[in-house]
Nanobody, 127 residues
Framework: QAQLVESGGDSVEAGGALRLSCSAS????????MAWFRQAPGNEREGVAA???????TYAESVQGRFTVSKDNAKNTLNLELNSLKPEDTAMYYC?????????????????????WGQGTQVNVSS
């Protein structure tokens, strides 16, 4: 059973930076569409950043220019660089993966098609 394990969450002040990682087992990240989602208490889970098998990336408008998603194929990890953090970025961050077969351009930031999920890592940003 494929597993994803997130790490790197922490408490930081506004304007700070973090690097989240998602380690994959049982499969190669290069063969999967992968994404980061986040969920704050009382809110629905929302897509933050996604990277396709091809390497194409897309971001939620709220994080565009501040967050960077990448895959490290050698380490078999998915990474998310978070810069210029804001209190509204506070949430549990989850990574997700799927082998594909659906329209990535349309669904990349939707929870609809991702079948493998990690347990999450908490990011807290204080003002």
């Amino acid at each position: 059973q494929a597993q994803l394990v997130e790490s790197g969450g922490d408490s930081v002040e506004a304007g700070g930076a973090l690097r989240l990682s998602c380690s994959a087992s049982e499969y190669s990240v290069s063969n999967y569409h992968m994404a980061w989602f986040r969920q704050a208490p009382g809110n629905e889970r929302e897509g933050v950043a996604a990277i396709a098998r091809s390497g194409a990336a897309t971001y939620a408008e709220s994080v565009q220019g501040r967050f960077t998603v990448s895959k490290d194929n050698a380490k078999n990890t998915l990474n998310l660089e978070l810069n210029s953090l804001k209190p509204e970025d506070t949430a549990m961050y989850y990574c997700a993966a799927d082998v594909g077969g659906w329209d990535w351009r349309t669904w990349a930031l939707s929870t609809k098609w991702y079948k493998v999920w990690g347990q999450g890592t908490q990011v807290n940003v204080s003002s």
